[in-house]
């Protein structure tokens, strides 16, 4: 694998870790609220079990997002109605556009690229190769640049819990440490 293949990997692998994880927010802002229920006792283990290896550091001084930022993720409160009587409901959010969130991420590039060449330096590129060759051929390859809707097919496979993705994605990750 050369530099330029391995770049998009690394881009894409990155987006695909901070899409899923918009996504998860999403889906938990989406869930009826459970105001005046009791609150479950918190177990910290068991809330963080599966998210050990989790490198958020990863994604620092990349605003990918810009001024797109989905309300979810920032703002519990986004999208919720007011109490008071009659209040008008708050406005949706406007529809993410996965092509420009694309498109910014990738121009982030130029800004990125000692981070990408420490990993590409360090990277098991047999390794790589072997766990891009297990993925599904039928997909648009990782390996060089995505629109939204490539990007949409990598991203369903992925919040599917596909094994052969969240290794890839996860071994990438790790590389950026």
């Not at 005046?36 to 998210?51: E, K, N």
């Not at 121009?107 to 590409?120: P, T």
């Not at 766990?131 to 991203?155: I, R």
């Amino acid at each position: 694998m050369d530099r330029r293949r391995f770049y998009y990997l690394f881009a894409n692998a990155g987006c695909l870790a901070e899409l899923g994880l918009n996504e998860v927010a999403r889906t938990l802002a989406e869930l009826p609220s459970q105001a005046g229920a009791p609150a479950a006792p918190a177990d910290d283990g068991d809330l963080m079990a599966g998210f050990e290896d989790l490198d958020f550091g990863a994604l620092d001084d990349l605003p990918f997002f810009g001024d797109q930022t989905p309300a979810a993720v920032g703002e519990p409160d986004a999208g919720v109605p007011e109490q008071s009587g009659g209040a008008a409901p708050a406005p949706a959010p406007a529809k993410f556009d996965i092509d420009r969130y694309l498109q910014m991420a990738y121009g982030y590039e130029e800004q990125i690229a000692g981070r990408v060449d420490r990993a590409f330096a360090r990277a098991d590129l047999a390794r790589l190769e072997t766990m891009l060759g297990a993925l599904p051929d039928a997909l648009p390859p990782l390996t060089g640049a995505l629109d939204g809707a490539g990007m949409q097919l990598w991203l369903d496979r992925y919040l599917a819990d596909e094994a052969d993705i969240g290794d890839l994605v996860t071994e990438v990750r790790r590389l950026d440490n």
